[in-house]
């Protein structure tokens, strides 16, 4: 008996991310003077109401969230990316963390001036929301844990209310309808959209319109 073989169609890699295509958030926090921090994160998840998210251990939104334990989750569109990139390099940390200092951060205490976002008033939290992303969720923090490494910090909020752009909602529902609603997508460190739809889950109550 013979057995056949093939050429290997993977190769094992050591990538120095595994950003492979999560959405980015846009995360409002209150700083101590009562100010507004907006943050960048492209590591978050949801699970029922609840948003899981991965943030820098020494950020200012974490530093905002050990005493201030409340935020706005935005969620922009494909076509804010480039004001996405434009937070990317900054910090609300002042003196900016030594670490974030080697890789090129510098300190911006008004990051929505910065990046030509416009903040209004949230309903259930203190800080405000990003007007231009059309997905917004006021939340509480309810445990925030550090990573196996020590470098981030694992943070599990509770949604307290949703802010949905009229436009992606389906009339009459309480449903986002995905055939409208796309999400910005961080992949490897590169700013995509989602590709045209190839179909439902069975669960789904939004059928696939054909």
Not at 98 to 104: I, P, Q, V
Request: aromatic share 6%; charged share 15%.
């Amino acid at each position: 008996m013979t057995t056949a073989t093939h050429a290997p169609s993977h190769i094992a890699i050591t990538p120095s991310i595994l950003y492979f295509g999560t959405p980015v958030a846009l995360l409002t926090t209150e700083n101590e003077d009562g100010s507004a921090n907006l943050t960048p994160v492209s590591s978050a998840w949801a699970l029922g109401q609840t948003v899981v998210l991965g943030l820098g251990a020494d950020s200012q939104t974490a530093a905002n969230l050990a005493t201030r334990p409340e935020l706005v989750i935005n969620l922009p569109s494909p076509g804010l990316w480039g004001a996405v990139e434009r937070l990317a390099p900054l910090t609300g940390a002042c003196p900016v963390p030594a670490a974030k200092r080697a890789r090129g951060y510098r300190y911006e205490p008004d990051k929505f001036a910065a990046a030509g976002l416009t903040p209004v008033p949230s309903e259930t939290v203190r800080a405000p929301r990003v007007a231009e992303c059309p997905l917004q969720l006021e939340a509480q923090v309810r445990r925030s844990s550090p990573d196996a490494e020590g470098h981030f910090l694992i943070v599990e909020c509770a949604v307290a209310r949703v802010h949905a752009d009229r436009r992606i909602v389906v009339p009459g529902t309480q449903h986002i309808n995905p055939t409208v609603w796309s999400p910005l997508i961080f992949n490897f460190r590169h700013y995509q959209g989602l590709a045209p739809e190839l179909g439902h889950c069975f669960t789904s109550e939004i059928p696939t319109e054909r």
